[in-house]
């Protein structure tokens, strides 16, 4: 399946029917009188976010989406039937923003969560409803109000609990496989994660779902490599595991590149909580792990876990780690509901 972020698409609720103008005509009443009914509601166009999905790729194959309009109303006092919603089903995490980008119109985090992104038109009412004791016969009748309609941007933002960022390289995508089911590609040269994969890690009996973004390089703020246009995926990240390559000549370098870029990026996303990853320690010797953290701690006193995502080695204490940050948010979204 490929994968897609962001779509636009055009929107349109169903029409209200017309209202209908009409007598009765009964054999022994002389006076019938009116008798037309009010047309039917358009449908609404609702959005709703479901699990199953994560990708919103088949809105590349079909951008117009119309609700039913209402049906007009009869004699006989009559109502016309409301069209039908259009209930258009997106993956959980989709931001819908209106024409321009700029503003959020809806943010659906929850499974099962539903928003009516445009209201169907009122029926017009028939000549039924104006019928007074000095318009005993009127032959008005009000058309259906128009549906509103408009065009949107859906983004998809994955959530997840934990996202892996780091250089290319770095083994990001060899610790997401080692530790999910998941099975991203991987190989010897830069770039081999394209796009954003996602699996869901076991620790302690617990699930902790992993995102795995494409990796940053220097001047990414500015379109470089793949640029920043797939860290909105972290963005909802209860911490960060910043996977750094063990075997590289300047690790430092390393660490502040990626600091930068998160910075340049979102002063809030450069806040979020980090885990030091020292990756590919199998290939380094006692010394030169240790000169590895020493480099760090100029940068940064956060703790540093070397783990080896080829051997297996410290990964459980890894997400552990991770797993404290992980219940901690999750309390307080508990606290704040």
Request: a negative charge; charged letters at 25%.
């Amino acid at each position: 399946m490929k994968f897609l972020d962001q779509a636009k698409i055009y929107i349109k609720a169903g029409d209200g029917g017309h209202g209908a103008c009409s007598f009765r005509h009964e054999k022994f009443i002389e006076f019938g009188g009116p008798d037309g009914g009010t047309g039917g509601k358009g449908g609404d166009v609702i959005l709703e976010a479901v699990p199953n999905l994560n990708t919103l790729i088949d809105f590349r194959y079909q951008q117009h989406f119309r609700a039913q309009n209402g049906r007009p109303g009869a004699g006989n006092n009559c109502t016309g039937a409301s069209g039908e919603d259009l209930i258009i089903k997106v993956p959980v995490g989709t931001e819908i923003t209106d024409e321009t980008g700029r503003v959020v119109i809806a943010d659906l985090t929850q499974n099962g969560q539903k928003y009516v992104i445009a209201k169907g038109g009122a029926g017009g009412k028939g000549n039924d409803s104006f019928k007074s004791s000095t318009n005993q016969a009127p032959r008005r009748a009000d058309p259906g109000e128009p549906g509103e309609e408009m065009f949107i941007w859906l983004r998809l933002k994955l959530i997840a609990d934990v996202g892996l960022i780091g250089k290319p390289n770095a083994g990001k995508s060899t610790l997401l496989t080692a530790v999910t089911k998941a099975r991203p590609k991987i190989a010897n040269y830069p770039f081999t994660t394209l796009h954003p994969h996602l699996g869901v890690a076991m620790v302690d009996g617990k699930e902790m779902l992993m995102a795995d973004i494409p990796g940053l390089i220097e001047g990414a703020s500015e379109g470089v490599g793949l640029g920043t246009k797939f860290l909105k995926h972290i963005e909802r990240c209860s911490v960060f595991i910043h996977v750094i390559d063990g075997t590289e000549s300047d690790i430092l370098q390393s660490y502040r590149t990626i600091r930068s870029e998160l910075e340049k990026y979102s002063a809030s996303l450069a806040q979020k909580p980090e885990i030091i990853a020292l990756n590919k320690c199998d290939c380094l010797t006692d010394e030169d792990i240790e000169n590895a953290k020493k480099e760090l701690r100029k940068a940064t006193s956060d703790a540093v876990y070397v783990i080896s995502g080829i051997a297996g080695t410290g990964l459980k204490e890894l997400l552990r780690a991770a797993d404290v940050y992980v219940q901690a948010a999750q309390q307080e979204k508990d606290q704040n509901e």
